[in-house]
């Protein structure tokens, strides 16, 4: 396995190193053309590729379309890293009753079955404004999302320590999905052969969703991503593992929660109006869920474990 990985790191380091970091406000392409140029490439040579509209934008006039096609399967050249901190952050628009879904890839151009995690929206159109992200090292986990509005997806991948050791944080639309200092690899401990890029890929006939303003640096400094934002709405989750009761406390109000079992299931929601709230949980089952506190700031997804009473 190390060697398998060693020497993908030097192939992938002569063929991948000339990749930059890099702005995209997708205002460079034409309305109505597919973008096959500079970070962006596909699948199919030039013929499944992110489509330039004009029909929503999140700043200026234009933006990247992933439509309903079943076939458009493009991906964001990310540079196949294989050591430093990178950090992606780029906007999306889901409307209303449409599904959209991409993956991390580890090698562009594509690698077969080197796809790691998959992060669903809306999926099969049975969860508007919820989504997970799927095989992670974490399991499935739930987080939620606006429709008809723009939002915000960054993440951070620290590869310093070799990317067998990488570790990674995601945030969408504010929720803090993947935690910093999560292990980046799938959840059957599958390690990437790099930090390749990002496939958007055309799902269903339901799909369509929208991409914009990309930014893609060295974040020689860390993974550091909204963390103001989180500081100022932090919650915490106690005691946790816990067998009967849970005690949300928050730095602002709490405006509700969902819990998700282990499979993105909800099990339990509720709408509250308090800095701190306990929760039943004795009804659930063994295991392990995930909660999505809500606050006038942001969504915080936080990992429980139910345990039976000794």
Known sequence: ???????????LFITGSIQAQFTDNMESYTVGQPIHEGHWTDWCGGTCSVISTDLYSHSTTKSGLIPNDSNTDSALDLGNKIFGIWSLSFW???PT????????IGCVPMCAEDWHQFIFFNYNLNSPGKGTVENTSLGTIPFLFPHD?????SFCVDITSGIENAQWQLHIAGNNVIPEGTPYISESGEIPTSLGGINFFSISSNNEYYVDDFTYINAQEGCLLNTSQFNRSKITLSPNPSENELTLTSLTLMNGFT????????????????????????????GIYFITTITENTFQTLKFIKKSAN
């Open 149 to 153: 509005q723009w939002f915000n997806v």
């Open 92 to 94: 999306m628009y889901i």
């Open 1 to 11: 396995m190390k060697f398998k990985h060693l020497l993908s790191a030097i192939i």
């Open 97 to 104: 009753n449409k599904e959209a879904f991409w993956s991390l």
């Open 259 to 286: 819990i998700y079992d282990a499979i993105g299931k909800q099990v339990m929601s509720r709408s509250i109006s308090s800095n701190q709230f306990a929760i039943d949980i004795s009804s659930l089952t063994n």
